[in-house]
Structure formats: structure tokens, C-alpha cells
């Protein structure tokens, strides 16, 4: 995959389904690289694989499509150019799309009432004045903001005390020609509210907020149920979890949540705590685990949670893979669905079917169909980029730590007998996973001509929450010692080449890259961005930081010292680029420039890349030209201090015997 390939990456989102199965629908999202956009409209594929994916809707941004109960009417989001995503409304039977909100910071996806004449969905409510709610008031000439509360911006949002996500409900009418009609904003007050789920008989609706004394010193939310026409929203849940995508049962008693089922007394303990599908009584009470959360974590993208047929359906996540289970209600066993080298991104259900978006090494997604006993593919959304023949295969492969500890993870290896020069990617989180899933990171890393290790050391997700906890307070111990052994076995394949290997990874990825190149000089180039390189300056600069290093680092101050990254900057000596986005919230950008300024004071070949205008995920929906803007500065990089043998210049002819050069290596 060469970077202007991105081009012809195609990613679609979570399907949904027509009642009567015999229909799915999807929003598939690429990149304009000529434009600098991102652009999606919804494919619309029969289920029995009799046709194939055509295109529905031809907007700018079209993406959350829902079917309404009665198969009638397609709600979605649509946005123009460089606008906010609004609902509309599209009649299946044919006819044109209209629009239906006009939220001046756009409106969350929507959500069907049983009845099909009503739609449910979240918006943020910004302060009169703020926000270009008033046209003669820039940002830079709006009041100041009076702080109060620990938790008050977001990496990608801004600033979020003054425009609160409330829900909204709106009543929909079939006169094409009437005004738009006027959603009634259902929830109010100084809390995010997020998850709109209508009960069966539509007069109520559960949502997740969190509205407990001291909310924004603790990581729970609780489920609330309100009146479909308002009111004083009541809490279902009192508990220590933080739960989110409420479902109701048909018969109404029970609501099924995704949930982080508890975060300890003071609600923090959220190190490597795996959400996972649990139910409580819709009157009130505890909430009941259907899976162990111990060894189940989901990681599917679906926005809601799917019960049918006395079951719920979830993604979990399971050794670099994202399998699909069907969970009874009655707590009997679960039925796999989808397993082995896959990623399930998102699932939906109709009459008979189920519909899931599944990924693999050399896809970002397609979608299949699941009937009993049968799995049929419905689309090659992947075709293009994979008639290019530059996408190669992950070969899984197991290291053994220094204490015996067994390292999964995955080489991906250029053509030709090598030796490659090599790249250890690690993965940010550090509670996540690499996985079987197209990761462009990779794909043009191979094609450049290098081998890419990628693994999973303690603190990923996916191996159960022991595997993850072993870094609680402990970061950079044996989550290091793990990544340097996957290193070492991997490079006893005389294809790869130890003596030219660099290192690169973002977030945590870039806090790990950081820190062992202040301890080891066995890599030959790096790359760190977005890192979490120095955990004291993170506490108060980082939209998550009040609670983030405390749970990874600890507060010992001897403690910290020793696992921060930054604190052995000083005895870095390998060439590093610093790659960082000027708007990271989430790792502020002085994580970056500290780094740099040290490098560059004590002469160490560097460079500091950053990126205007851009947050925390530049890598996965910054701007396009970013993002290929990005991708050609890495190479350029690699090709500097590892050159492949495709970035060798030929050799001129040599006529008569010549000195050979001294052997020099940049540390």
C-alpha cells in the first residue's frame, strides 16, 4: 500500500437491516484526496447475496443509517460540506430525501420509536452566544468560561461544560411538503446525556448520563429513564459501574446494557476493566453480568445494544480478534457466530438474519450475512485496494518473555528472500490490541520494503483483565520486557535484519517508544508521536489527565520518576522524529515539543512534525492531506536513517580497486 493509496481505502460502518431481512444498508466512507474531504454515502445490498452493493444516497456525508420498525423510512445523518451532521428522513418505497434538524452543532444518530412515527436522538444544547449562536460574536469575542468542574474539554470536541449532549425527540409527519416539524429537547441540566433507547411501548426512554454528586470527579454513568414527553429523568442504576447503549426487552422489565460493571469506591479503577453486556431490572437495582467480564471485553462498534430473540449480541474482543457471540437472556451458553482471523466491527438484525461488518489483515470491512447453518459475503467494498496487489498477509507468531511469560503477535514481511530492515510498531491504549484488521500503518510499511512487528504485551486488551492489570502502577516494567522479547524472537528469522531496526508507536505507543530508547541504543531510528512521554505535566494539560496517570503511574513520586518516559529523555542518542498535532487534547502538545527541545539541545539528530488544526486521532480521521501528508514524511524518514533496498541509489561502475569506507553508525 503506497500512501496516495488511502485513496482507494474503503470503510464501512455499522449496517443496518430491514425488518423483513431481506435488506441491509450501509454508509462506506473514503477519502477525497484531491478535495482534502472525507466523503460517505449509503449501500444498499439484498441480504441473499442476489445483487450487488449499489449506491442509495449520493450526499457529501451521509453515515448512521437506521431502518424504521414499519420498513417504511430510512433515517441517517447527513452533512454538506463542512457542515454539521443532520437527521434525515428517506422513504425506501422511493422518493427524495428531506431534511430534518438544523442543530447549530449538529445532531447525534438516530433511533426509532416502536411506532415508527417517532425519532429519538442527542444534540448539543450550546450557551446563548457561544458557539456562532449569535452572528456578530466571533470565538475570539464570547465571554470567558468560568471553570468549576475537573472534567470540562475533550480531545476532537473543545470545550464541553457549555454545550451539554441532551436528548431529543421529534414527531414525524408523512407531508413531504409541511415545515420542518420541531424536535422537543426531553432532558436538561449540567450533565452529558448519551444512548437514547425507546421502551417497547413507547412512552419511555432510557438513556446514560451521569447526574450523581461529584460526576465529574469519577468515570460512572448510570442508566436514567424519562417520560418520552419529559420530565425528571429516575435512575435505574445505582451502582459503581459505567455503563452506556441501553436496550429494553420486549417485554419491557429489563434493560440490557454494555457496562464497565464496577470502577472501586471512588469510581476510578478503570486500568484494563473490559466493558461487557449486562442486565438490570427496568424498575431498579443492581446490575447482573451475562458474560464475565474477567475474560470478556467488547470491542465491536455498534452504537446500540442488540437484543433479539431472547439474546443480546456482542463483539468481543479475543487474541487480536473481535468475535461474534449470542448471548441467551436466561444466562444459558453462548453461541459463537463469527470467530477465527476477524475483526467484527458492527452487527445489525432483521427477520432470520443477521448482518455484521467484518475485517481482516487485507480489509478494512466487508459486510456478510448470517443465516442458521450459512455465511455468505454480500460485498467486495475492499476490491479495489486489493487489486493493486500491494496488501500483505500477518503471519501470527508467540515470543516468550524473560520470566516465561508467552508475547502473541503478528510479522508482516516484504516480498523477496530480505534480510528487510525492521519496524516495532507499538499500539497506543495501552488497553487495546492489535488485531486482525487492515491497518494502513502497516500495509505501507511492508510495501516501502520493511518488516513490521506488531504485538500484544501485557497491558493490551483482549487476553482477559489480568494481562491488562499486570501495568496498573507499573508502567514500562513488563509490558517493555515483553515488547524487547517479541523483538528478539522475531529477529532470529534470518529474512529480517537485527542490525537496522527502528521503532515507532502513538499515545502509549509513543510513551513506550520513548522509553526504551532512553534505555537501549540497539535501535537505529524512531519515530515517537502523540506520546504520553511525561505523566506530572500530563496531570492538569490533558483533557483526561486528573485521573489517567494516577491509575498507570501511580503517585509515588519516586515511582513516577522511574516510569516516565521523559524523565530518561537525557540519555536518548537514536535519530527521533517527534510527531505531534498542535489541537492534542488528550496528549497535550508539550508532550512533544519537551521532547524535542531535549533532542535538539544535545544534538540528537531530530525532527519535530506537527500537524495544524489537528487532535489526537490524526492517524485515523485527520484531514486527508494530513494523513498522506504524514505518511510521506515517515518514509522519507525511514528512508534516511533505514534505507531499503528500493531507496539505495544504483551503484556507479567501479573501475579499479577503492578504499572501502569506514563503518559509522548514527546512535
Not at 432483521?350 to 443465516?371: M, N, Q
Given at each position: 500500500m503506497r500512501p496516495t493509496d488511502l485513496a482507494l481505502l474503503r470503510t464501512p460502518g455499522v449496517p443496518t437491516v430491514s425488518p423483513d431481512g431481506r435488506t441491509a444498508v450501509v454508509a462506506v466512507t473514503r477519502l477525497d484526496l484531491d478535495a482534502d474531504e472525507y466523503r460517505s454515502q449509503l449501500w444498499t445490498v439484498p441480504t441473499d447475496g442476489s445483487a450487488p452493493a449499489r449506491p442509495l444516497t449520493h450526499g457529501h456525508r451521509d453515515t448512521a443509517p437506521a431502518w424504521s420498525p414499519d420498513g417504511r423510512w430510512l433515517a441517517y445523518l447527513g452533512a454538506e460540506s463542512g457542515g454539521k451532521p443532520q437527521l434525515h428522513l428517506l422513504p425506501t418505497g422511493g422518493g427524495q430525501a428531506r431534511r430534518l434538524?438544523?442543530?447549530?452543532?449538529?445532531?447525534?444518530?438516530?433511533?426509532?420509536?416502536?411506532?415508527?412515527?417517532?425519532?429519538?436522538?442527542?444534540?448539543?444544547?450550546?450557551?446563548?452566544?457561544?458557539?456562532?449562536?449569535?452572528?456578530?460574536?466571533?470565538?475570539?469575542?464570547?465571554?470567558?468560561?468560568?471553570?468549576?468542574?475537573?472534567?470540562?474539554?475533550?480531545?476532537?470536541?473543545?470545550?464541553?461544560?457549555?454545550?451539554?449532549?441532551?436528548?431529543?425527540?421529534?414527531?414525524?409527519?408523512?407531508?413531504?411538503?409541511?415545515?420542518?416539524?420541531?424536535?422537543?429537547?426531553?432532558?436538561?441540566?449540567?450533565?452529558?446525556?448519551?444512548?437514547?433507547?425507546?421502551?417497547?411501548?413507547?412512552?419511555?426512554?432510557?438513556?446514560?448520563?451521569?447526574?450523581?454528586?461529584?460526576?465529574?470527579?469519577?468515570?460512572?454513568?448510570?442508566?436514567?429513564?424519562v417520560d418520552a414527553d419529559g420530565g425528571e429523568p429516575r435512575r435505574v442504576t445505582g451502582s459503581r459501574a459505567d455503563c452506556s447503549k441501553p436496550a429494553w426487552t420486549p417485554d419491557g422489565g429489563t434493560i440490557v446494557v454494555t457496562?464497565?460493571?464496577?470502577?472501586?469506591?471512588?469510581?476510578?479503577?478503570?486500568?484494563?476493566?473490559?466493558?461487557?453486556?449486562?442486565?438490570?431490572?427496568?424498575?431498579?437495582?443492581?446490575?447482573?453480568?451475562?458474560?464475565?467480564?474477567?475474560?470478556?471485553?467488547?470491542?465491536?462498534?455498534?452504537?446500540?445494544?442488540?437484543?433479539?430473540?431472547?439474546?443480546?449480541?456482542?463483539?468481543?474482543?479475543?487474541?487480536?480478534?473481535?468475535?461474534?457471540?449470542?448471548?441467551?437472556?436466561?444466562?444459558?451458553?453462548?453461541?459463537?457466530?463469527?470467530?477465527?482471523?476477524?475483526?467484527?466491527?458492527?452487527?445489525?438484525?432483521?427477520?432470520?438474519?443477521?448482518?455484521?461488518?467484518?475485517?481482516?489483515?487485507?480489509?478494512?470491512?466487508?459486510?456478510?450475512?448470517?443465516?442458521?447453518?450459512?455465511?455468505r459475503l454480500l460485498t467486495g467494498f475492499g476490491s479495489a485496494l486489493q487489486a493493486t496487489g500491494r496488501l500483505h498477509r500477518m503471519r501470527e507468531t508467540t515470543a516468550t518473555a524473560p520470566d516465561g511469560y508467552p508475547v502473541h503477535g503478528w510479522v508482516t514481511t516484504p516480498e523477496g528472500p530480505g534480510p528487510h530492515p525492521v519496524l516495532l510498531m507499538v499500539h497506543g491504549g495501552p488497553y487495546s490490541q492489535y488485531g486482525w484488521t487492515l491497518l494502513d500503518e502497516t500495509q505501507t510499511a511492508v510495501t516501502a520494503g520493511y518488516a513490521v512487528l506488531q504485538c500484544n504485551p501485557r497491558g493490551s486488551s483482549g487476553y482477559g483483565q489480568a494481562h491488562g492489570r499486570v501495568v496498573k502502577e507499573h508502567l514500562g516494567e513488563l509490558d517493555a520486557a515483553d515488547v524487547l522479547a517479541f523483538l528478539d524472537a522475531a529477529l532470529e528469522d534470518p529474512a529480517l535484519d537485527g542490525e537496522r531496526v527502528g521503532i515507532l508507536g502513538g499515545s502509549y505507543g509513543g510513551y513506550m517508544t520513548t522509553l526504551l530508547l532512553g534505555r537501549t541504543t540497539r535501535f537505529t531510528a524512531a519515530i515517537s508521536e502523540r506520546g504520553f512521554n511525561d505523566p506530572v505535566s500530563f496531570v492538569g494539560s490533558s483533557d483526561i489527565g486528573f485521573f489517567f496517570a494516577d491509575g498507570y503511574v501511580g503517585t509515588d513520586p519516586e515511582r513516577i520518576t522511574a516510569q516516565s518516559a521523559m524523565a530518561g529523555a537525557h540519555r536518548i542518542s537514536t535519530p527521533t522524529m517527534v510527531v505531534h498535532s498542535e489541537e492534542d487534547w488528550r496528549c497535550?502538545?508539550?508532550?512533544?515539543?519537551?521532547?524535542?527541545?531535549?533532542?535538539?539541545?544535545?544534538?540528537?539528530?531530530?525532527?519535530?512534525?506537527?500537524?495544524?488544526?489537528?487532535?489526537?486521532?490524526?492517524?485515523?480521521?485527520?484531514?486527508?492531506?494530513?494523513?498522506?501528508?504524514?505518511?510521506?514524511?515517515?518514509?522519507?524518514?525511514?528512508?534516511?536513517?533505514?534505507?531499503?533496498?528500493?531507496?539505495?541509489?544504483?551503484?556507479?561502475?567501479?573501475?579499479?580497486?577503492?578504499?572501502?569506507?569506514?563503518?559509522?553508525?548514527?546512535?
Open positions: 434538524t438544523d442543530h447549530p452543532l449538529g445532531a447525534g444518530a438516530p433511533v426509532w420509536s416502536p411506532d415508527s412515527r417517532r425519532l429519538a436522538y442527542t444534540a448539543r444544547v450550546p450557551e446563548p452566544g457561544r458557539y456562532g449562536t449569535a452572528e456578530d460574536v466571533p470565538p475570539a469575542a464570547e465571554p470567558p468560561r468560568l471553570i468549576t468542574t475537573l472534567a470540562y474539554r475533550s480531545d476532537d470536541v473543545g470545550f464541553t461544560t457549555d454545550r451539554r449532549p441532551h436528548v431529543f425527540v421529534m414527531q414525524l409527519t408523512d407531508d413531504d411538503a409541511a415545515d420542518l416539524p420541531t424536535p422537543v429537547q426531553i432532558t436538561d441540566g449540567d450533565a452529558d446525556d448519551a444512548d437514547p433507547a425507546w421502551s417497547p411501548d413507547g412512552t419511555r426512554l432510557a438513556f446514560v448520563s451521569a447526574r450523581h454528586p461529584g460526576a465529574d470527579r469519577d468515570l460512572v454513568r448510570d442508566v436514567y429513564v457496562a464497565i460493571p464496577d470502577l472501586g469506591p471512588d469510581g476510578l479503577d478503570f486500568v484494563a476493566r473490559n466493558e461487557t453486556v449486562a442486565r438490570v431490572d427496568a424498575a431498579g437495582g443492581e446490575l447482573e453480568p451475562l458474560l464475565d467480564p474477567e475474560q470478556h471485553g467488547r470491542g465491536d462498534e455498534t452504537p446500540g445494544t442488540v437484543v433479539a430473540d431472547g439474546a443480546v449480541l456482542v463483539g468481543v474482543e479475543r487474541r487480536g480478534a473481535v468475535e461474534l457471540l449470542r448471548v441467551p437472556l436466561d444466562g444459558g451458553e453462548p453461541e459463537t457466530l463469527v470467530d477465527g482471523d476477524f475483526t467484527v466491527r458492527g452487527f445489525a438484525v432483521g427477520r432470520g438474519v443477521v448482518v455484521a461488518t467484518v475485517a481482516h489483515d487485507r480489509s478494512a470491512g466487508e459486510l456478510i450475512a448470517i443465516t442458521p447453518g450459512a455465511k497535550p502538545l508539550e508532550q512533544g515539543t519537551r521532547l524535542y527541545v531535549e533532542l535538539q539541545r544535545r544534538g540528537v539528530p531530530t525532527e519535530l512534525l506537527l500537524f495544524p488544526g489537528e487532535g489526537h486521532e490524526l492517524t485515523r480521521t485527520g484531514r486527508p492531506a494530513h494523513r498522506l501528508a504524514r505518511f510521506e514524511h515517515v518514509l522519507r524518514w525511514w528512508a534516511r536513517w533505514l534505507p531499503t533496498e528500493q531507496d539505495r541509489p544504483d551503484p556507479e561502475p567501479v573501475t579499479e580497486a577503492a578504499p572501502a569506507p569506514p563503518a559509522t553508525r548514527v546512535r
